[in-house]
């Protein structure tokens, strides 16, 4: 039986929350719009597979309204602590939001853009995306989902045609506009913005439709709080996916948390080779702040500001009882990222915390390849060639059922990584070559473990 295709419906519910949460913007002028990339599989989900290019590229390279949503984009206003200072000057500074519609599970999603040109928050930006910038997003979004990392997709890349110059690559480079498909775009720092300006009435409304349209819930007197328990457990069970999945956010500043709890706006990010909690992905993190093994840290921080600017609605006590169950949700989480990720069915939380212990040594300790390692045991069974050294995990993974068994093709071949060598070399070939092969060659590879995986 075929199913039905999911109807477009468009909405405009951001409009909701009024003129003190965004500026009006226009989109830049490109002198070109060569279409790259797009996301079919996303937009089925929304009822926009119909496209023609043509179609698409006007909506998404020229930024004609898309019909019965926002009729212009918006910049969205918010505050937020980067490496743990507070900025008041930030804002969406090379992006908007264009457009609104509910998905085939009925969650309002967001059109949000990068690249599309400056705004009254660019400061001395251009407001414009490295091209580059654009095929490492795909990368990233593509290769997340497929991993069961909560993350906003990758939804259209097209080509602008202007010569960028930058400080961190070599000059000048190709340009790019980006559009992402996201389960809201509400930040923690924009929570952080209207308690930096007091504004309580605001925060209230935010409250209420952070509340109504991402966790289907109306506002009451415990409204905060009952937001704050909604992000703790999402960005808890966020948190355990980047672990389960070996991945380095490299930029976990809270106005790169969004409250649903979805991983977006990928700047530095990278894949982890093996489990070493002092990897980093940002050069500039000097200091390791958001390396592989601090992530659920950083995140629980960005959190705690949250609960923070919540204060100016709630009671102490409340919030910080909630704020606290962050670990609570954590341990679970990661467990259960890691066992799904091994194609495990979980047991009980004191024999699966084991498991995840007898895992994290053995691998720090053998720097094993961490795809490979993986692979090689979803399912349960390591192969002969681990050394005696595995054996503690080897006799873990052997009280578990698999919930799926090998059978798919993919698990005859190698494991699909993203590793920054990769990522170099798929871009090398566009740069030199405009070939894009191998780029759709990965996001066809990735998507084929996705489904070995789910």
Not at 223 to 245: D, W
Not at 377 to 403: D, H, I, M
Request: glycine fraction near 8%; charge should be negative; proline fraction near 6%.
């Amino acid at each position: 039986m075929c199913e039905r295709p999911q109807a477009y419906r468009p909405e405009t519910a951001i409009l909701e929350l009024g003129d003190d949460f965004y500026d009006p913007v226009a989109a830049a002028a490109f002198p070109q719009a060569i279409l790259r990339f797009r996301n079919d599989r996303a937009a089925a989900e929304v009822g926009l597979e119909g496209l023609d290019d043509a179609q698409w590229v006007a909506h998404f390279g020229r930024f004609t309204a898309l019909p019965g949503s926002l009729t212009t984009p918006l910049a969205l206003r918010y505050h937020g602590h980067q490496f743990r200072v507070y900025n008041p000057e930030i804002g969406d500074g090379r992006g908007f939001l264009f457009g609104q519609a509910r998905d085939s599970a009925g969650r309002l999603m967001d059109f949000g853009t990068k690249g599309s040109g400056r705004t009254p928050w660019s400061r001395f930006g251009d407001g414009r995306l490295t091209l580059k910038g654009g095929v490492r997003e795909i990368l990233a979004t593509e290769m997340l989902e497929a991993l069961g990392v909560p993350t906003s997709r990758s939804f259209s890349l097209i080509e602008t045609g202007e010569a960028l110059e930058r400080g961190d690559e070599p000059s000048p480079t190709r340009s790019a506009v980006l559009v992402r498909l996201s389960h809201g775009h509400i930040r923690i720092g924009t929570f952080q913005r209207l308690a930096f300006l007091r504004d309580a009435d605001n925060m209230r409304r935010l409250v209420a439709y952070v509340l109504r349209h991402f966790y289907g819930e109306e506002a009451g007197d415990d409204a905060p709080a009952r937001l704050l328990g909604h992000v703790v457990a999402r960005t808890a069970k966020l948190a355990a996916s980047y672990m389960a999945a070996g991945f380095v956010h490299g930029v976990l500043n809270s106005d790169n948390i969004n409250v649903s709890g979805e991983s977006f706006d990928y700047g530095p990010w990278r894949f982890t080779p093996n489990w070493d909690p002092a990897f980093t992905a940002a050069y500039f993190d000097h200091a390791g702040l958001y390396a592989f093994g601090r992530q659920p840290e950083a995140i629980h921080w960005d959190v705690a500001q949250l609960a923070i600017s919540l204060r100016q609605l709630s009671e102490a006590e409340p919030l910080i009882e909630v704020l606290e169950s962050f670990g609570d949700h954590y341990q679970p989480a990661v467990s259960g990222a890691i066992l799904w990720r091994l194609g495990l069915i979980l047991r009980d939380p004191e024999s699966d915390r084991a498991l995840i212990q007898a895992i994290e040594p053995v691998l720090r300790a053998t720097e094993a390849p961490l795809d490979r390692f993986f692979f090689d045991a979803f399912g349960g069974q390591l192969p002969a060639s681990y050394g005696e050294e595995w054996a503690p995990v080897r006799a873990a993974l052997a009280t578990y059922a698999p919930r799926k068994t090998r059978d798919d093709p993919y698990w005859q071949g190698e494991p699909c990584s993203m590793l920054i060598s990769e990522v170099e070399a798929i871009w090398a070939a566009i740069d030199q070559h405009d070939d894009w092969a191998p780029l759709h060659a990965k996001v066809a590879a990735i998507r084929a473990m996705g489904a070995a995986l789910t």
